[in-house]
């Protein structure tokens, strides 16, 4: 059965950057991406972009253009989301999600990580 | 980009009732050339990760129960629960993927 596992709780400064994992058990890349979803406290869910592991193509929400970068190692099978110049509103629960796929266009999540919580105080 | 709005917000409904849950987005989710709806379902539970429930607005993923449905086109969709169980009571979630992706707000479906 496919999993995905997620790295540790962090808390980080204003202005810092965060590195969250994401590793694909019980299965391959193959053609889906990976996704990265977040949930503020009191919010609803939001997309924040995905890779296609296979081809190393990524797609971002226009709203992380430039604070987020999303890499791949297929050689372990891992996910990684890097979002920098961290503020308090960024404090969220972080989801990677294995996500349906055809070509560069994206469909649904139906794998999904426990997610990470990342809280940003100063 | 395309809104996703859902209504109610929240929900009460006696156990083995049905509950009714709609979505509609700001544009059609409809491709025409493939007569396909670019929209899913999820549940969510506390201390949970969102399940998916449905995809392409009415496939129900393997191993939902069938209770859950999902109906609607072009802007409006309905996530039904034909008879609510104690364990269906989470957050439900809307999703469009026809461009980009963008979720509905939520809504919370509690037992009467």
């Known amino acids: 059965q496919v999993h995905l596992e997620q790295s540790g709780a962090e808390v980080k400064s204003p202005g810092s950057s965060v590195k969250v994992s994401c590793t694909l058990s019980?299965?391959?890349?193959?053609?889906?991406?990976i996704s990265w979803v977040r949930q503020a406290p009191g919010q609803g869910l939001e997309w924040m972009g995905g890779?296609?592991?296979?081809?190393?193509?990524?797609k971002y929400a226009q709203k992380f253009q430039g604070s987020l970068t999303i890499t791949a190692d297929k050689s372990t099978i891992t996910a990684y989301m890097d979002l920098s110049n961290l503020r308090s509103e960024d404090t969220a629960i972080y989801y990677c999600?294995?996500?349906?796929?055809?070509?560069?266009?994206?469909?649904?999540?139906?794998?999904w990580g426990k997610g990470t919580t990342v809280t940003v105080s100063s | 980009d395309i809104v996703m709005t859902q209504s109610p917000d929240a929900l009460a409904v006696s156990l083995g009732e049905r509950a009714t849950i709609s979505c509609n987005s700001s544009?059609?989710?409809?491709?025409?050339?493939?007569?396909?709806?670019?929209l899913a379902w999820y549940q969510r539970k506390p201390g949970q990760p969102p399940k998916l429930l449905i995809y392409?607005?009415?496939t129900r993923e393997y191993g939902v129960p069938e209770r859950f449905s999902g109906s609607g086109s072009g802007t409006d969709f309905t996530l039904t629960i034909s008879s609510l169980q104690a364990e269906d009571v989470a957050v439900y979630y809307c999703?469009?993927?026809?461009?980009?992706?963008?979720f509905g707000g939520g809504t919370k479906v509690e037992i009467k």
């Open positions: 999600a294995r996500t349906r796929v055809s070509g560069n266009s994206y469909y649904y999540m139906d794998v």
């Open positions: 019980g299965g391959t890349f193959n053609s889906y991406a």
């Open positions: 890779i296609i592991p296979i081809f190393g193509t990524t």
């Open positions: 544009q059609s989710l409809l491709y025409r050339s493939s007569n396909q709806n670019y």
């Open positions: 392409w607005a009415l």
């Open positions: 999703q469009q993927y026809f461009t980009s992706l963008s």
